[in-house]
């Protein structure tokens, strides 16, 4: 699996957009973006995926850079509960061998009120 | 759906003692994995099954650890015997496992257990 770099810690006020870098640049063709949060004491929790198009739904926007080495999960108004540690990992989706999913240090975010 | 469910939600227990962790995966979901998490060494997959096999191992730390998954409804990790460095909280998690091989997939948390090895 392609690995990721991700900055350790972020802040973002209140209400404003929190964009969240990762890069990726040894990504191959078939293996997927996905992002996941942490919140303290909590389990991981799913946000969004994609492939090669920007991707959007209830929680984030994910963007993906043309050659697709980098991309960055946008939360356009983030709040209190969205500080957590974010998770960028890409992952080639395989049914043989099942899905697993390496993590690596994530970025702290800290929305500040 | 309760989502996955994982009991007890908070384990302490003496070096030497043998540990059973629960899980009871989202009906209906494929794939179950156990993770690790530690301040040291993050989040690490331990085992993952695929319609109740085991199919990578390759994580579980050392013999002490052995899971089983007997159905599709129930998953156990235990540590026999326990360590203080054993002490982590340990997630089960599982996905749909969807076909065809272009599909993607999501895994789903529970909370984790928490334990302390005392």
């Known amino acids: 699996d392609a690995k990721t770099t991700q900055p350790p810690s972020m802040d973002c006020a209140e209400g404003r957009a929190a964009n969240l870098p990762c890069n990726h640049s040894?990504?191959?063709?078939?293996?997927?973006v996905y992002w996941y949060r942490q919140i303290h004491s909590q389990g991981p929790q799913y946000i969004i995926h994609?492939?090669?198009n920007n991707e959007t739904n209830e929680m984030a926007s994910l963007i993906i850079t043309e050659d697709r080495k980098s991309s960055t999960l946008i939360l356009p108004h983030a709040t209190l509960r969205d500080t957590a540690v974010y998770y960028c990992i890409v992952r080639t989706p395989n049914p043989y061998t099942g899905n697993q999913f390496y993590f690596g240090t994530g970025t702290s975010l800290t929305v500040i009120p | 759906d309760a989502g996955v469910i994982q009991s007890p939600r908070h384990e302490v227990t003496e070096m030497g003692q043998e540990v059973t962790l629960r899980c009871k995966p989202i009906?209906?979901?494929?794939?179950l994995f156990w993770y690790r998490q530690t301040m040291m060494r993050g989040l690490e997959l331990l085992i993952y099954f695929n319609n109740n096999v085991p199919i990578d191992d390759s994580g579980m730390p050392e013999d002490r650890f052995s899971a089983k998954m007997p159905n599709a409804s129930f998953s156990t990790l235990k540590i026999q015997p326990s360590e203080p460095r054993d002490s982590a909280v340990y997630f089960c998690?599982?996905?749909?496992?969807?076909?065809?091989?272009?599909?993607?997939?999501?895994?789903?948390f529970g909370p984790g257990t928490r334990l302390t090895v005392l």
């Open positions: 994609g492939l090669k």
């Open positions: 998690a599982n996905s749909p496992g969807v076909l065809p091989p272009t599909s993607t997939d999501t895994q789903y």
């Open positions: 009906s209906g979901h494929d794939y």
């Open positions: 040894t990504i191959s063709g078939n293996e997927y």
